[in-house]
């Protein structure tokens, strides 16, 4: 059990990529805090926690685009007060209904995407980060697209929040670096078969595509010992290899 007596929040844990992650690291022995606004989700992904003889999760139902920041606040305040630390953070939660032209994109719609994309990162990152300095090592993954660094027409909102957040992630490295103990990554999934993809690429073959899964080898190599050291990376799962 190379995560036991790891904490580590997962956001968007009730999705496909998020439960996927929190299945794999409970199972290497993690204490997994499962946090998604849809209570029904988050069930399922406990149920699936338990059923592998996982250590037993905590559901935390949690609105990231509608919080405001006592919540937010509140919420890092209970972690410190249960566990008085926490050794992962993983920014899975992810915004995206349709490829949009910017001219047709709604203010709201726009605001929700950035809320939940960036702004959500940003605060949680924030007001975590005095617990995940409790830690002796502590790890901060941003879930990205490989697409971001294109800036493909029509990906709209979706498409500059990761523009933005892999932004943010490496600003955030850099100030962390010289203490040694916060690594932050960015995880680039690559193309799985996940929701997301399916609802981007309704026509696409899903059977030709990796099965979310095949993710596990590199969600235990950013939350484990073997990327103590390694920070400011961008960590392609398609290309990945120990």
């Given amino acids: 059990m ?13 999705g496909g990529l998020g439960s996927t992650a929190a299945l794999t690291l409970a199972k290497n022995g993690a204490h997994i ?4 606004k849809n209570i029904a989700r988050l069930e399922a992904v406990y149920d699936a926690i338990l059923a592998a003889n ?4 905590i559901i935390y139902p ?8 006592n919540e937010y606040q509140e919420l890092a305040n209970r972690i410190d007060e249960k566990y008085g630390s926490l050794q992962g953070l993983l920014h899975s939660a992810v ?14 719609d726009w605001g929700h995407t950035v809320n939940v994309n960036l702004n ?25 697209d490989s697409s971001a660094r294109k800036a493909h027409a029509y990906s709209g909102a979706y498409g500059v929040s990761k523009i933005a957040l892999e932004g943010l992630a490496k600003i955030l490295a850099e100030e962390l670096e010289s203490s040694n103990k916060i690594r932050v990554n960015i995880l680039i999934p690559g193309a799985v078969d996940s929701p997301l993809r399916k609802r981007a690429y309704p026509a696409e073959d899903k059977s ?26 961008a960590i392609d799962a398609r290309t990945f290899h120990l």
């Fill in 2 to 14: 190379p995560l036991k007596n790891h904490v580590i929040l997962i956001t968007g844990a009730g």
């Fill in 33 to 36: 805090i499962l946090l998604d």
């Fill in 54 to 57: 996982a250590p037993e999760p």
């Fill in 62 to 69: 949690f609105d990231l685009a509608g919080a405001n920041e």
């Fill in 95 to 108: 915004e995206f209904s349709s490829f949009t032209p910017i001219a047709q994109f709604s203010t709201k």
């Fill in 120 to 144: 959500a990162p940003f605060i949680l990152s924030r007001v975590l980060l005095p617990v995940l300095q409790k830690s002796q090592h502590a790890s901060i993954v941003f879930t990205s």
């Fill in 208 to 233: 030709k595509l990796p099965a979310m899964e095949s993710l596990a080898p590199v969600y235990l190599y950013l939350f484990g010992a073997q990327s103590i050291g390694v920070t400011r990376q």
